[in-house]
């Protein structure tokens, strides 16, 4: 249902595209949409957020229909600079370039809050995980030069709990 739901929304945002003859664009999908549209987890949630790649003003028209949605600064947010190259691509949008993030980039971005609900999903999620691949997403984050202190910091206090707890 929520899955039904999420995909309506972006075949919306493709419709609206359209109609306003605007450019194509990418969209990378990141946290529990992405765990919802890969089918990483069975927890059902509404948060769902895409990462910000400083879209034009002219394509506000599309993105207000994603207003319950957080659109999130790459800057503020723990991702790989390589996570693109692990997105997956959803064939069902031939117009807009729908991603969502690899179930590895997904576990990475969550261990900075690692709340009762990450833990629920990542508890899911890493036994269909590679942990080499994990380790590397680990270096790239912490390689980062452009992340927030304050992300860093925590970021790397949770980290220790992580890899301990899930044996990275």
Partial sequence: MIKDSLLEVIHEME???KLFELEPFDIYIIG????????????ATMDIDFVDLGYPAKYGKVFALLRDYDMLE???????????????K???FKY???YILSKEDVVISKIIRLA??????????????????????????????DL????????EK?????????NV
């Avoid at 529990?32 to 927890?43: D, K, N, Q, S, V």
């Avoid at 790459?74 to 997956?88: C, D, M, N, V």
């Avoid at 980290?159 to 301990?164: S, Y």
């Fill in 15 to 17: 419709e609206v595209t």
């Fill in 32 to 43: 529990g949409g992405a765990c919802i549209l890969g089918e990483y987890t069975t927890r």
């Fill in 74 to 88: 790459y800057q503020s947010t723990i991702l790989s600079p390589k996570y693109k190259e692990r997105a997956i």
């Fill in 90 to 92: 959803l064939e069902q």
């Fill in 96 to 98: 807009i370039n729908v």
């Fill in 116 to 145: 009762s609900k990450d833990i629920e999903d990542l508890n899911q999620i890493m036994p269909k995980c590679n942990k080499d691949i994990l380790n590397n997403i680990i270096e790239e984050v912490l390689s980062r030069n």
């Fill in 148 to 155: 927030f202190e304050s992300k860093r910091t925590e970021f």
């Fill in 158 to 166: 949770k980290l220790k709990i992580f890899m301990e707890k899930y």
